[in-house]
């Protein structure tokens, strides 16, 4: 049976144990850098951390739960549905916390992977998963004069709890999905907020509703009713996601939505038209919020528009030269989405660098597997992450897809898998064909590099995913001998 070590402990990685385990390959080490399971849901513990995905969609197709609290459940309930999920499956024996992978090298003469941790401990295995997200790495703006600050300052998913915002004046950097979801939390607390906002976010109502008592009774005495309540959140996400893609008449639909919306809730012209996008819905993820343009409108908030020229001492200065005092800057500026694996060092066959085959931006087959990676599988690898939809449902088409592959090396010992370049090369030649049709080329996002190439988003609905990756095709693959 071949060895597994997975790293991460997020949805991703807990996912792909699972899978392993359920179809007998017991031989699986999860490791992860942090001292508990989780990923983005522990790291993230802003007021408000929520998710904007109906949590019957937003879970495991074979683990669901009757209970949830919420439709759109807190980060604390989602941790612990992880955690529950884990234990239930016997995972925690299998993961080393600590242990903060630094380097994985493929051995040719072994056909195994050794993988270093940052304490200098080296493990070996057959196989290895990488399962570590795309939102993992928090990104600090480059905006000059940020260290100069005297105040308290830190980045939304490294909330730091010790700073009391009662009273104080403080000054919020970004208008992506964490943003809108503290804003509101924070701002009936603060003395002032002033939003600095370099792009309008385009904000759907969300359709929230607390599941009573009787509700989740008649989910769990029901047959079937849990199932055909994800599928109609799914068939939801499904129609819009179709839109991005082949019918622009339906994005259309949705933001006439979003500009009902904003309308219903903002009256004052000026704040209108600062928060009304000027770029196509869809480009950047969409949103959804009910109290954040409310929060927008009351007494103690000001939203900037005008760019941010430097940081200074006392606050936050922009282009037009005034300086917009803060006690304390809370920076909701996102992730190094882009950069996948990084700061990971992951060398190949003849010891190529993936960093350095993914120079010019991520690629990978299915966004799995890439040539001259032999035995090396991505969960949420590139060009896998959805505009609309439940990650987790492309996390479970991927470790389907990856425990066959560890079937495959299981039924030939001494052999290593590895995609055939030029299959991989066909694959993304036609994946960038059809992104160049999709809105995220509209506005920059963590969906592109700097270049502009779109390494992130999946340009289609998660059941043609699922299609693609259902059966791994042994004609995609070569499967080498190991050296005698
Ligand atoms: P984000 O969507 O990348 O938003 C970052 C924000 O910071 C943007 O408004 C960006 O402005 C702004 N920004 C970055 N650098 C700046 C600078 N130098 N000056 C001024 N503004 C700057 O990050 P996020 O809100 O943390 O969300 C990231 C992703 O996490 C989401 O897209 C989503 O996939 C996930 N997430 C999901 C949920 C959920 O409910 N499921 C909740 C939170 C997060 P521009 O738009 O102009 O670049």
Not at 255 to 261: I, K, L, V, W
Not at 376 to 398: A, D, H, K, R, W
Not at 401 to 428: C, F, S, W
Request: contains cysteine; glycine residues 8%; proline residues 6%.
């Amino acid at each position: 049976m071949p060895s597994v070590i997975v790293i991460g402990a997020g949805f991703g990685g807990i996912g792909m144990a699972v899978e392993l385990q359920r179809n007998g390959f017991r031989e699986v080490t999860i490791l992860e850098r942090a001292a508990d399971l989780g990923g983005v849901w522990r790291e993230n513990t802003y007021p408000g951390a929520a998710c904007d995905v109906p949590s019957p969609l937003y879970s495991f197709s074979r683990e669901p739960k009757p209970k949830w609290r919420q439709r759109y459940s807190g980060r604390d309930d989602i941790l612990a549905y992880a955690r529950g999920v884990a234990e239930r499956h016997g995972l925690l024996e299998s993961i080393v916390f600590g242990a903060d992978v630094t380097a994985a090298e493929f051995d040719e003469t072994s056909g195994q992977w050794t993988v270093t941790t940052a304490d200098g401990v080296a493990r070996t295995a057959d196989v290895l998963v990488s399962a570590v997200g795309q939102l993992s790495r928090p990104a600090m703006p480059d905006i000059p004069g940020i260290d100069s600050f005297e105040g308290a300052s830190f980045h939304s998913a490294l909330w730091d709890h010790e700073v009391k915002l009662a009273g104080k004046r403080v000054a919020c950097i970004g208008t992506g999905a964490s943003a809108i979801q503290y804003i509101p939390e924070i701002q009936p607390d603060v003395a002032e907020l002033t939003l600095f906002q370099r792009t309008a976010a385009w904000v759907l109502p969300k359709f929230d509703t607390d599941y009573k008592p009787v509700h989740q009774r008649v989910l769990l005495h029901v047959p079937g009713l849990p199932a055909a309540e994800r599928f109609s959140w799914w068939a939801i996400a499904e129609f819009v996601a179709l839109g991005l893609v082949e019918f622009p008449g339906i994005v259309r639909g949705v933001s006439r939505m979003a500009q009902n919306h904003l309308e219903e809730q903002v009256t004052d012209p000026e704040l209108l038209a600062k928060l009304t996008p000027d770029y196509p819905i869809g480009c950047k993820r969409g949103l959804f919020s009910n109290d954040y343009y409310p929060a927008l409108t009351q007494p103690n908030v000001h939203v900037e528009t005008t760019a941010i020229s430097d940081i200074v001492p006392d606050g936050v200065r922009t282009a037009d030269r005034v300086v917009h005092e803060a006690d304390v800057i809370i920076y909701g500026t996102g992730f190094k989405g882009t950069e996948f694996l990084w700061p990971m060092r992951i060398r190949g066959r003849g010891g190529r660098d993936l960093s350095d085959v993914w120079a010019e931006g991520a690629h990978a087959f299915l966004g799995i597997t890439v040539p001259e990676f032999p035995n090396l599988f991505l969960v949420y690898g590139p060009n896998t992450n959805l505009g609309v939809g439940s990650i987790i449902y492309m996390l479970e088409s991927q470790a389907r897809y990856i425990r066959q592959a560890v079937q495959l090396l299981a039924e030939n010992p001494g052999h290593t898998l590895e995609v055939k370049a030029d299959n991989e090369y066909a694959y993304n030649s036609a994946l960038q064909h059809r992104l160049a049709r999709t809105p995220w080329n509209f506005c920059t996002s963590w969906y592109r590099t700097a270049s502009g190439r779109i390494t992130n988003n999946w340009p289609g609905t998660t059941r043609s995913y699922r299609r693609r990756t259902a059966t791994l095709h042994r004609y995609d693959y070569a499967l080498t001998p190991l050296p005698r």
